[in-house]
Every structure is written in C-alpha cells, then in structure tokens.
C-alpha cells in the first residue's frame, strides 16, 4: 500500500507504472518461453466449436421432436442420441427460408435485410464482419468445410458478376479463414468421406489453439435418392395440409432417406470427436440452416419455412436431457458462441446472446423472431422465384406480411417433381379438397395473414381482420414495421400497404 500510495502522489506515477507493467509482460513472457504448454494449458476454459448445418431440414423431422414417422422408421438415432446428451430447442428459427441469406445471417450476426442480401447468393459487403473474425483474433483457429456455406456468392456464376465481387471485395474468404474448402459434397458415395474430411482440416489446427470448424451437409436437400431405404411411402403419416396422393408420399420418404443419410453423416463426426479424446471440450451445434424444400416449407415463411431443429451439446456444461422453448434466431448463434467463448459480439451485430438459456440460467430473452423472402430462382411470376414477404413471430402468434399478394405458389425446387405434378392435375381435375385448393391454389392470397401457432400449429386458418385478435394484430404489425424501419427495408411497411390496397377498391 505505500508503494502505491507513494505512485499516486507522484507526478511520475504514469511513467512508473509503464514501466512496472513493462517489467511484468517480460516476466510472463519468460514463463511463457520456459513452458511450451502454457498457452495449450491457458486456453482449456475456452471450448472448441463445431457448427454444424443441414440442408433444407425442418422441425420437426428429428424423432426428438416427437415426429411419429422419423421415429417409426428409426430415420434418426445419432441425432435423437445427440439431443439426450444436451439441450433441444423447440422455438428456433432461421432469418430466411432460403440458403444463402440465411448462412450469411448467421455468420454476420445480423438480418438479410439489414446485410443487403435478401437476393439470393448476394454476399455481404465487404466490411460486413463475421462472429468468427472475433474468434480468430481472440486466439482461435476458425475453419469452413462440407457443403457450400454460402458466404461470397455462388459456386460458379458469369464472370463478369464474379469479377464484380471480387472487384468489391465480397470474396474474401481466404482471408478471414484458415482452412476453407468452398464446396464439398456429402451424399451417395461421399458421405463415407464425411469423417475423413473433419479429420483432415482438425489436423491442420495448431496445438496450441482452440478450434470454430463450420461443416455442413448436403442432406436432406433435392435431388432426393430414388432408394427409400427401407421406408414405406403407404405407411408414412402426412400432415393434414399436404394432399394425400402416391406421388406426394413418394416424394416424402425419399425425403426421409435423404435425412437418414444426415443421420449417418453426423454420426459419423461424432464418433470422430470421442475417437480423438476432444467431445468434453468441444461444444456441438446442430441446426437447420431453412425449412425443408417439401409443400408449404421452403421458400414460404410459413413454420414450415423457418422453424428449425436445433440442438447443442457441451458436456459437463450443458445439462444432458434438457430442452428450452426459448425464441431463438439464427443471428443470435455468433453472440452466443462469442460469449461461451469469453469474447463479445461487434457492435452491429443484432444478434442476442442465449446463453443463459443454454446453461439454464434465467434469461428475459427475445420477445420476437424476424424473417424475410426476397428473390430465389425460378420464374418471377411465381413464389418459388420472386416474392417479397417479411414476418414477425411471438411465443404464440404468427404475422406474415406479403407485399407481392398475386404471386402464384409453386414450392421451391419442387416445380418440375413429380409430387407438385400430381397436385396441380387433382386441382386440375377438381379432386382436391376445398383446404387443398385455398392452401395452393387462392390467388391473390392475403396481404395479412395472423396465425395461432398454439392452436393452429399448422397455420390453417388465418385470424387477420379477426375482431378478437385486433390488438394482437395491430401490436404486432407495428413491431414489425418498427423492425423494418431499423434494418433500412426497401420494401413498404404493412400499415401503407394495406392503406393503399384499401384506397383502391
């Protein structure tokens, strides 16, 4: 105390303490040199992070969500095993029912909207960072592998567009990481490869360094295997908003092949993380990265579209047998990794840290989760192409907002298959039922559509105009309209789009 009551009442007390700090940093400098695993043995507290994403794969198509046919035909026992050794959520959701926006949300921590790339493999700009700039400069080794994560625009594009993006400098990858393989595939003979390939980059991964590796499948998304795998289409159960044809059961247990193929994939890097003595340290994370590409899921921002599995597991840390109903986005991902992590998120990123819930602590956490469509190919008169429609989801209700209400729907990638086909002839030949032909075939649809995800999981029967949910309605398109105006929406708000489509009848 009276060396540094003395340093306080000096006027040289800036420079003693500079130079004390100097003598100090040498000193652990030295430690450090005489103990070549002090930095390995420094960083246990901090685990390793492995992210990894399906392809097209809803909730709830995981048997740990309770789904009656991934359970009969035992499609998912790796992932079921997975979610008993950590914490299910039951209310996460992607930014986006499309690939890339919603792999570039995650990583930037921040809705399409406000990145700019509501139009599908638009990257972000330039200086857009990345949760895992953060990791590799707090000491990380941060790595991309598997399926094309996304981030810098399509695998192969015209020149004259990847020019501009290298020009602009979006294609920055191989700066931000220090091993990227672009695109890889996991299906058919190459899913026997998954566990070699995470061996391979985990080799590449200093001794003295934690490791963020992304490694995503390319299952369940099309082309689905013709093999079903041992599944039955006549035994399947379809939800009651799909119509009940051959072909569309057809196409649905090839769908539940692909996610089998998942499953085995997944065990797969399991298996490799205990055969390497690192599954206690590393923390997993399992989600979808947008709705499965089936009826009403992909390309719509129905639940179906958003509404993901996702799953996590840190052993010692994450209670085992756990599961939270937490509203949880996909931009919420980075905060929480950075925080697990010791680090914190960029100013910008909008993303919430859900620790808390991730440790069973109480957290206030989100009140609301957003999402947006913008352009996917196909035809621009169609919904599997252009369509621009944003949504805001509570703990109960479900608001969409369709800005482009004459958009005929089309599932995405299902225009040309045989399932969508044999729907478009029943309704052609009037063999559809009266829910059939308003889910599919009612054009224009609603500007508003208000949904009681409590009651109406499917979301079957729209409440907007509903005087006994006026309020739940107006609070919510305002929440929304508030959120737009936030991220810089190029689109018009709800409220001066209703007002306008009134003004004109």
């Not at 638009?122 to 996304?150: M, S």
């Not at 058919?188 to 360094?209: E, F, H, I, Y």
């Not at 997993?284 to 921002?301: C, H, P, Q, S, Y």
Request: aromatic share 10%.
């Amino acid at each position: 105390m009276h060396v540094l009551d003395a340093l306080w009442k000096t006027r040289m007390h800036t420079e003693l303490f500079a130079l004390y700090f100097t003598w100090l940093r040498g000193m652990i400098c030295i430690c450090l040199a005489c103990s070549p695993n002090a930095l390995l043995m420094a960083n246990t507290s901090q685990p390793n992070v492995l992210l990894i994403l399906s392809d097209d794969h809803s909730v709830p198509h995981i048997s740990c969500y309770g789904d009656i046919n991934t359970t009969r035909f035992h499609i998912t026992p790796n992932l079921q095993k997975f979610a008993e050794q950590g914490m299910r959520f039951d209310r996460a959701y992607t930014t986006a029912p499309q690939c890339a926006p919603s792999r570039i949300s995650i990583f930037a921590c921040r809705s399409p909207v406000g990145l700019g790339v509501t139009r599908f493999a638009q990257p972000a700009q330039a200086d857009a960072p990345f949760f895992t700039d953060v990791l590799r400069a707090g000491g990380y080794w941060v790595g991309l592998d598997g399926r094309h994560h996304h981030l810098d625009g399509r695998i192969r594009d015209a020149e004259h567009i990847d020019t501009a993006l290298r020009n602009a400098g979006m294609q920055n990858l191989k700066k931000r990481f220090d091993h990227i393989v672009r695109s890889a595939k996991t299906k058919g003979n190459q899913l026997d490869q998954v566990s070699s390939r995470v061996s391979a980059a985990l080799d590449t991964v200093p001794d003295n360094k934690p490791f963020f590796l992304y490694f995503g499948f390319n299952q369940p998304h099309r082309k689905f295997s013709v093999d079903y795998d041992g599944i039955d289409p006549n035994e399947l159960r379809l939800p009651p908003d799909w119509p009940d044809l051959p072909e569309v059961r057809v196409d649905y247990a090839r769908y539940l092949a692909s996610v089998r193929e998942l499953d085995r994939g997944f065990g797969q890097i399991m298996q490799l993380l205990a055969d390497r003595g690192i599954e206690e340290n590393t923390l997993v994370i399992f989600m979808g990265d947008n709705g499965e590409a089936l009826l009403r899921g992909k390309g719509t921002l129905y639940a179906r579209g958003t509404h993901v599995p996702l799953l996590i597991r840190w052993p010692g840390h994450v209670a085992a047998h756990s599961h939270s109903s937490a509203l949880v986005c996909g931009t919420d991902l980075g905060p929480t990794i950075l925080e697990v992590c010791g680090m914190k998120a960029l100013k910008g990123m909008t993303g919430q840290s859900f620790a808390d819930d991730l440790f069973g602590k109480k957290s206030d956490g989100r009140r609301y989760v957003f999402a947006e469509r913008g352009w996917h190919f196909g035809p621009i008169t169609r919904t599997d192409g252009l369509d621009f429609s944003r949504s805001i989801t509570s703990d109960r209700f479900h608001y969409i907002y369709n800005a482009l209400p004459d958009r005929s729907y089309t599932p995405v990638d299902m225009a040309h298959k045989d399932a969508w086909k044999a729907i478009q002839q029943a309704h052609t030949t009037d063999q559809l039922s009266p829910l059939h032909q308003r889910l599919y075939f009612k054009n224009p649809r609603p500007i508003v559509e208000l949904y009681d995800l409590e009651h109406d999981p499917l979301e079957l029967d729209n409440l907007a105009g509903n005087p006994s949910t006026n309020d739940t309605e107006k609070k919510l398109r305002e929440t929304l309209e508030a959120w737009m105006i936030r991220e810089s929406d190029f689109l018009p708000l709800p409220t001066h789009a209703i007002e306008t489509t009134t003004n004109l009848k």
